[in-house]
């Protein structure tokens, strides 16, 4: 099994700001089979990214993912009032599927 | 628009049993495989369990394994997950979520449902 490692595990910052999410995995993902998605409060899971870099429809350009085989990265480009959310990352390169244990972006 | 729908969420005794449904619409349902994704209360996101589109293969977590099984029915566009032997651990909201990019089981979830909560307690 492929475990995902997050970090950090919360980050602060100020709207307008650039984050920067690590994904790390414990082995190769294959053919950079990755995807991000975005969490909120009573809210289900939002897919962003996939393919490591490939946006989903409809999410904004100030997200971009990037990285391969064991490291992963999903950057913000300019924090946003809804970005503040918690962020995972999942592999699906091989099985089981498996996800990281979260990055939450809060406000500073 | 695509649209899941989970039911059939609720609190149950341990040992016991629980059908979790999602109605989906908005897309073919039958050309996407499906998957049941949880997350225990305060705690990340982890897989439990994918079907392909024609219900022909099935994926399960080590975790639920022998006591879950995943269904589908076509003709109502829905999702099933019959979950027997519960456990205080298998607490969680339970998410269906269309797969994408599916193959021998593996892909990514978009879009996700909004949720149904199992309670495993006495």
């Known amino acids: 099994e492929i475990v995902l490692t997050q970090s950090p595990g919360t980050l602060s910052l100020s709207p307008g700001e650039r984050a920067t999410l690590s994904c790390r995995a414990s082995?190769?993902?294959?053919?950079?089979?990755l995807a991000w998605y975005q969490e909120k409060p009573g809210q289900a899971p939002r897919l962003l990214i996939y393919?490591?870099?490939l946006r989903a429809t409809g999410i904004p350009d100030r997200f971009s993912g990037s990285g391969s085989g064991t490291d992963f990265t999903l950057t913000i480009s300019r924090l946003e009032p809804e970005d503040f959310a918690v962020y995972y990352c999942?592999?699906?390169?091989?099985?089981?599927?498996?996800f990281g244990g979260g990055t939450k972006v809060e406000i500073k | 628009e695509v649209q899941l729908l989970e039911s059939g969420g609720g609190l149950v005794q341990p040992g016991g049993s629980l059908r979790l449904s999602c109605a989906a619409s908005?897309?073919?349902?039958?050309?996407?495989?499906m998957s049941w994704v949880r997350q225990a209360p305060g705690k990340g996101l982890e897989w439990v369990s994918t079907?392909?589109?024609?219900?022909?293969?099935?994926y399960y977590a080590d975790s639920v394994k022998g006591r879950f099984t995943i269904s589908r029915d076509n003709s109502k566009n829905t999702l099933y997950l019959q979950m027997n032997s519960l456990r205080a651990e298998d607490t969680a909201v339970f998410y269906c979520?269309?797969?994408?990019?599916?193959?021998?089981?593996?892909?990514?979830?978009?879009?996700w449902g909004q949720g149904t909560l199992v309670t495993v307690s006495s």
């Open positions: 079907i392909s589109g024609t219900g022909d293969s099935t």
């Open positions: 908005g897309f073919t349902f039958s050309s996407y495989g």
């Open positions: 999942q592999q699906y390169g091989s099985s089981p599927l498996t």
């Open positions: 979520a269309r797969m994408k990019g599916f193959w021998s089981g593996r892909g990514w979830f978009d879009p």
């Open positions: 082995q190769s993902v294959s053919s950079s089979y």
């Open positions: 393919g490591a870099s």
